[in-house]
């Protein structure tokens, strides 16, 4: 029996051209991270940079997605603006069912449109609207005006938009993915931008069949009760990873000021417990999930006399509250949640915006630039001046803020100040537990803090061990690879083990994929690597700031030596991976 293929739409944006496309070896590369690492080997131009529009643009989900509760993400494969080499951003919301209502596994999308546009596409419908008028509205206008443009399959409808930063190129703009989640890190949503591309709708307007056999109505009950009926799941709904907060500022880990302090007594008025007693409005879910981690709060400005109040609805989450509260020295909650509006209409990731207005902020504080580059006095603890900059940075208002919308890395060799900046690969993030921890993240496939739980390494084991810490970090990255080729939410993963996965795929009719697991997974985590590679990164060109150095943790002092033996080590196993 010939072996079952991905349904992949490929769309050139230059002609409006689409043809479906049946391809690779599901046995091979699985779907999601495989898929994606897969199908930009095949579409990409590594001799080409990043910014060239016939670069692909990859949105894959996996062979679970629908099937089973929390297989509900999409990985977008892309060359990052941010540092030119293949990377993945990972998002939610209501994508994964709609790509898998529309009959697809992966769309492909290649060229640039002729003037700014949004692609509609759906198991019956693929076509190229121009809406240039929509160009340079925020990211949450668009998409307002999008849900009447396009009011079709609107239960099993996804609508991806960028913002301003987006329509630039900017380095860090997100991909805006049903108002609440986004592909937020090495700007996928720039790539977008120099597609023209405003907007993408999918539209889930097919239906997908149920797996045959009683196996698969029975381990979806098994499954969906490990989820709903134990407490494996209850941090997630209840204060969702906001809990964090607290926690990690007990164990000195978490950043401050642009981690000039690991801990701060203030914590208690930004902690999840305090944003959920005050403005927590309600709970949101991405499609296929019953847990409800997305936490949305209520913000309420007055902004007349006589007590008139504008109401806006705003998620956050841990990271988001580290990198635009605790990071700029914030702790109201009210002024966390503006900001993160403004960065969200704005279009940006908010993990680097808080990370490189942080910087800025103890740059000029230090002198290294004047308030001629900032045109703002920005001071931690000061919103209403850092809401204003973001403005700026998103608009690129002059040459600093264009050089910062480039990567905190980018105005670091403009104007200097390396040795303080927060730069892990790309802007840090919020876990400041020790050495494995920056090692993982500094030179992890996207640089991410779920590339592998350093940060767990960090906090439970005891002593130096260089050896069992690299084997961690690559054993680990090789698991989550696995869940993010379902694609499983990755807080799933202790819901979802090695056998549990096999039986899933049993159930749905994929048991040849469950054969050989740790084979798969190792299979696809070298594929990712010698696409990042081919694509031009270079391990040894990465440097962690002398500000990590400088951090004071639970356990001390950081150690320097073990740091750099981690680097070394680390960098060495990674080439060999991608080589073997």
Not at 379 to 403: H, K, M, P, Q, V
Not at 438 to 465: E, I, K, M, N
Request: neutral net charge; contains cysteine; glycine residues 10%.
């Amino acid at each position: 029996m010939a072996e079952r293929q991905f349904q992949v739409l490929a769309v050139d944006l230059a002609t409006g051209g689409h043809e479906r496309l049946a391809f690779g070896g599901r046995t091979e590369l699985l779907g999601g991270s495989g898929l994606a690492a897969g199908l930009h080997a095949a579409f990409g131009h590594p001799e080409l940079p990043a910014e060239d529009p016939a670069q692909p643009l990859i949105f894959a989900i996996g062979p679970l997605t629908g099937y089973f509760p929390l297989m509900s993400k999409v990985v977008c494969g892309f060359r990052s603006p941010y540092h030119n080499q293949y990377a993945e951003s990972h998002a939610g919301g209501r994508l994964a069912l709609a790509l898998r209502f529309a009959g697809l596994d992966a769309l492909v999308l290649r060229g640039a449109a002729a003037t700014p546009s949004c692609l509609v596409v759906g198991g019956e419908r693929c076509s190229l609207l121009d809406v240039h008028y929509l160009w340079g509205m925020d990211a949450l206008e668009t998409g307002k005006r999008l849900r009447t443009i396009v009011p079709e399959a609107a239960g099993h409808r996804s609508i991806l938009r960028i913002g301003p930063a987006g329509e630039a190129g900017g380095a860090y703009a997100c991909i805006n993915v049903d108002t609440f989640r986004h592909f937020g890190r090495l700007g996928a949503g720039g790539v977008m931008g120099r597609k023209r591309l405003k907007a993408i709708v999918v539209l889930g307007d097919r239906s997908a069949p149920t797996p045959p056999g009683k196996s698969y109505a029975s381990l979806f009950q098994t499954l969906y009760g490990r989820l709903t009926e134990t407490d494996v799941m209850n941090k997630y709904h209840d204060l969702g990873t906001p809990r964090n907060l607290i926690p990690l500022n007990d164990q000195r880990a978490l950043p401050w000021r642009n981690l000039q302090q690991t801990n701060d007594a203030a914590v208690t008025a930004i902690s999840g417990e305090r944003f959920a007693d005050e403005l927590l409005l309600r709970n949101s879910a991405c499609a296929g999930c019953p847990i409800g981690c997305i936490h949305i709060g209520l913000l309420r400005e007055q902004f007349a006399d006589r007590h008139h109040y504008l109401y806006r609805q705003v998620s956050y989450d841990y990271e988001p509250i580290f990198a635009a509260g605790t990071m700029l020295g914030l702790t109201r909650p009210s002024d966390v949640l503006r900001l993160l509006e403004t960065i969200e209409r704005a279009g940006l990731d908010a993990m680097s915006t808080g990370v490189a207005l942080a910087w800025a902020t103890e740059a000029l504080a230090r002198g290294v630039i004047a308030e001629t580059e900032t045109l703002l006095p920005l001071r931690f603890g000061e919103a209403d001046t850092y809401d204003r900059a973001i403005d700026y940075l998103a608009s690129g208002r002059n040459a600093f803020y264009e050089r910062l919308r480039e990567g905190t890395g980018a105005a670091v060799a403009a104007y200097g100040g390396g040795e303080f900046a927060c730069l892990l690969g790309q802007e840090m993030a919020g876990y400041a537990t020790g050495e494995v921890f920056f090692t993982s993240q500094a030179y992890g496939f996207r640089h991410s803090h779920l590339d592998a739980a350093g940060y767990s390494f960090d906090q439970t084991a005891t002593g130096r061990d260089v050896d069992a810490a690299v084997d961690f970090l690559l054993a680990d990255e090789r698991e989550r690879v696995l869940l993010t080729s379902m694609v499983a939410c990755l807080f799933a993963r202790g819901a979802y083990p090695r056998a549990s996965l096999a039986a899933a795929l049993e159930a749905v009719g994929d048991g040849a994929l469950a054969s050989d697991l740790e084979a798969a997974a190792a299979r696809i985590q070298r594929l990712r690597w010698r696409e990042r590679l081919a694509t031009g990164c270079d391990l040894d060109a990465i440097r962690i700031p002398r500000r990590f150095h400088e951090v004071t943790t639970w356990k001390g002092p950081l150690d320097g030596a073990y740091l750099d033996a981690l680097g070394r080590a680390y960098r060495a196993a990674l080439r060999a991976l991608a080589a073997d």
